[in-house]
């Protein structure tokens, strides 16, 4: 794997180096696949989702501008690939049910899956990229075309109503 | 309990190590003594260690990268999309065909010529000669080896011309007949050609379209201008002069003198054709030109078609002067003639009076010129009072409003319709394309 960054190999792709997409590919296949496969229940739908948005890369190559970093513009066709899945299915929730996942305890996975239910979507959709993808608060305002501020807050919000279905102890014990 | 000295959220900030390096420090030393933040902080960790709980697999083996020939996109035969892109080209055509086709009418009638008439505007003159080329009559409309049967048609012709001659001024009386087609020089010579009586019959009728044919081009021009003037009056009485001197006449007159405007006359003269470059140099001399346009018509066909039923109506008086001479019918036949001569005389002498008029226009060309004085503004002699001002300033205001009220109401009801036509359409397309629209945008980001 070559040092060039994410912008660089896909600046190379745009100019028909066909390896500088395939290093990008082995970059991104698992964080895309696992943000994609969190939102949608169905692991064969979030391969299907996971191989479009890689196709969108390819075919849109020529409209690539390094005006943002790769990594937002990548999560930002992917985001909007879920969006659509979701209204094609004419649903807005994750599924309830994930016997797929592996990984732990299904009844804690569930645990965590209810709660993050019971967020408001905006704020489901910085908790995802905060804690499971890594993003920081710049890259996540890139993704959602939203202030830092606003990611800053909004994940305040969304881990203080995640600590009374996921831990409900310290502060909270405190304040009793 | 310390006192807070951040943000709540500015906790969250700091386990993610978003915070500047200065910031994270001072948050760092207010967790030192606040419980109550300490605490928080530890929910908002044990939150993140729940949350990492939930991990998925990774991304399965048969996620390959896309090929990127297979990834070109390929655009296959759909009948959803072609009934698309007829809807959008049928709409294209209408707003095309809409906004097209009445220019192009527009453009065919501003283009086709005028049966009778023939205007002249040049675009650029020559800057020396300004419009004095366009002065100059221009050569006879037949080439040489049109001319030459019409002129041997002519000369054949001699003696019943000759004739017919004596019979006009005998008839007549007037003298005119002839020489004055065309007031500038040159015309006279072949002008003397129009006004002969020709015989009636086929072979007079190809004597007189032979003779047509080398008739000379009749054109009444009339010149527009505007100058600007120095001293008004003076300059008003060097154009009425040169006017004079030229042999020509005022033919209307009109002047303004507003306090504090500049003064203002509008002339139109008449002059003989002959001087009328000369008349026009000197009005130029007169001041600054402002601007300055030649118009010329052709009256030849005119003057031609009126002289050949001339003619005819003047055969027919004379044959039914003679049919009155004979006297061998009943007395209500001799009547009956007797108004048949009246009614043609009648029309002879409206015919003449045409024809005196379309070559008076040949002869004098006709000079509109608007002389302006240079505007020198100048202190109102007695300034109106301000509670005057006043009242005029609501009487201005008010009758503006009405107008722009009466403005709007016209513009709709003169444009309502178009208008609503548009708005449909519009929305019609919008309705169309909206979807196609946002599948685009959505797949492109």
């Known amino acids: 794997m070559s040092l060039r960054s994410d912008e660089a190999l896909m600046l190379a792709f745009k100019d028909g180096e066909a390896p500088a997409f395939a290093e990008l590919f082995a970059r991104y296949k698992n964080p895309i696949y696992g943000y994609v496969r969190r939102r949608v229940g169905d692991p064969g739908r979030a391969e299907e989702i996971t191989q479009d948005v890689f196709l969108a890369l390819v075919q849109h190559r020529n409209g690539y501008e390094v005006t943002a970093s790769f990594k937002t513009y990548l999560y930002r066709i992917a985001m909007n690939r879920i969006v659509s899945e979701h209204r094609r299915k004419k649903e807005d929730e994750p599924p309830a049910a994930d016997p797929a996942a592996p990984g732990g305890d299904p009844a804690v996975v569930q645990q965590v899956r209810e709660a993050l239910a019971q967020l408001e979507p905006e704020q489901r959709e910085i908790v995802l990229l905060r804690e499971y993808q890594g993003l920081s608060y710049q890259e996540i305002a890139e993704v959602l075309k939203v202030p830092v501020g606003t990611v800053r807050s909004r994940l305040f919000r969304a881990k203080m109503a995640l600590r009374d279905f996921l831990a409900p102890s310290g502060s909270e014990r405190a304040g009793q | ?445």
């Open chain 2, 1 to 445: 309990m310390s006192k807070h000295v951040v943000e709540p959220e500015e906790l969250q900030a700091y386990l993610d190590r978003e915070l500047d390096a200065r910031r994270q420090a001072e948050v760092e030393r207010h967790l030192g003594d606040c419980r109550e933040c300490q605490l928080v902080l530890a929910d908002l960790k044990r939150v993140s260690e729940a949350l990492q709980r939930w991990q998925v697999e990774p991304a399965p083996a048969s996620l390959r990268p896309p090929a990127v020939e297979e990834a070109e996109p390929q655009r296959r035969f759909s009948w959803r999309r072609l009934s698309w892109a007829l809807a959008g080209t049928a709409v294209v055509a209408v707003v095309v065909g809409s906004l097209a086709i009445p220019n192009l009418l527009k453009s065919r009638m501003a283009t086709k010529p005028a049966p009778e008439t023939a205007r002249q505007q040049p675009a650029e003159p020559p800057a020396d000669r300004k419009l004095d080329y366009l002065i100059t009559p221009p050569p006879p409309p037949a080439s040489a080896p049109a001319r030459a049967p019409a002129e041997r048609d002519r000369r054949g012709d001699l003696q019943a011309r000759q004739a017919e001659e004596k019979y006009a001024a005998g008839k007549e009386g007037s003298g005119e007949a002839g020489g004055v087609l065309g007031g500038a020089p040159g015309f006279k010579a072949e002008g003397r050609v129009a006004d002969e009586a020709a015989p009636l019959g086929a072979a007079g009728n190809r004597a007189m379209v032979a003779k047509s044919a080398v008739a000379p081009r009749m054109i009444a021009y009339w010149v527009t201008m505007t100058v600007e003037v120095k001293e008004f009056a003076p300059a008003k009485g060097k154009l009425l002069k040169a006017v004079a001197d030229a042999g020509g006449y005022v033919a209307q007159a009109s002047a303004a003198e507003t306090p504090n405007q500049p003064q203002r006359a509008d002339l139109t003269v008449r002059v003989p054709v002959e001087k009328l470059q000369s008349v026009l140099e000197q009005i130029r001399g007169l001041g600054r030109v402002v601007n300055e346009q030649l118009s010329s018509e052709e009256v030849t066909a005119q003057v031609v078609d009126l002289e050949a039923r001339l003619r005819n109506s003047r055969a027919t008086e004379e044959r039914l002067i003679r049919v009155l001479q004979e006297r061998t019918g009943k007395v209500g036949d001799i009547l009956q003639v007797e108004r048949e001569i009246a009614r043609t005389r009648e029309e002879i002498e409206r015919m003449e009076a045409q024809r005196k008029n379309l070559l008076a226009r040949v002869e004098l060309a006709t000079v509109s010129v608007t002389l302006v004085e240079e505007f020198q503004a100048e202190l109102a002699p007695a300034p109106v009072g301000t509670a005057t001002r006043l009242r005029n300033a609501f009487v201005e205001g008010y009758e503006n409003f009405v107008g722009l009220l009466l403005g709007f109401v016209f513009f709709f009801a003169r444009n309502g319709l178009v208008l609503a036509f548009w708005v449909f359409l519009f929305w019609l397309g919008w309705r169309i394309i909206r979807r196609p629209l946002w599948r685009l945008v959505s797949s492109r980001s």
